[in-house]
């Protein structure tokens, strides 16, 4: 067993649990974009005390190269927890974030998202970057 073993992956389409990756398919060189990972686009996830999404965590690794770089880890933290019970919090954090980022080269975004009773997803997307 890897730990590449226990990822799940599928069509975001029909599996809600696969993060979705927006970005450009080309972006300038030392330019600023924004990235938005999000989770069940087509199929809403569930967010509750008992069925959320906890954490995700984008990579890059840029064509050629041997190793992934860590872009971002972004926790979803409330879930509707409350001293009365579950679910009668006043707050839940929804799974999705957008951040910048700025590349010098060409390669491949892997996000990874975590579901605290359906374990691990990945999607990626490939981006140009023009110099
Ligand atoms: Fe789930």
């Known amino acids: ?15 809600k649990h696969v993060p979705v990756i927006e970005a450009p398919d080309t972006v300038k060189a030392d330019e600023v974009f924004n990235v938005t990972i999000s989770l069940g686009k087509e ?10 999404i906890r954490q995700i965590t984008l990579y890059y690794k840029p064509e050629g190269g041997k190793f992934a770089y860590q872009a971002g880890h972004f926790e979803f933290s ?5 001293a009365s019970g579950p679910n009668q919090g006043p707050i839940y954090t929804n799974h999705s974030v957008t951040c910048g980022l700025k ?26 970057v023009q110099s």
Do not use: R, V
Request: proline share 2%; glycine share 8%; hydrophobic share 35%.
């Open 1 to 15: 067993m890897k730990i590449g073993d226990i990822y799940q992956t599928a069509d975001w389409k029909t599996e």
């Open 43 to 52: 199929i809403a996830h569930p967010n509750t005390t008992e069925h959320h």
């Open 78 to 82: 409330a879930h509707g927890e409350d």
């Open 103 to 128: 590349l010098t080269t060409s390669g491949t975004l892997i996000a990874s998202a975590f579901c605290n009773i359906h374990g691990l997803w990945e999607s990626e997307k490939a981006i140009t």
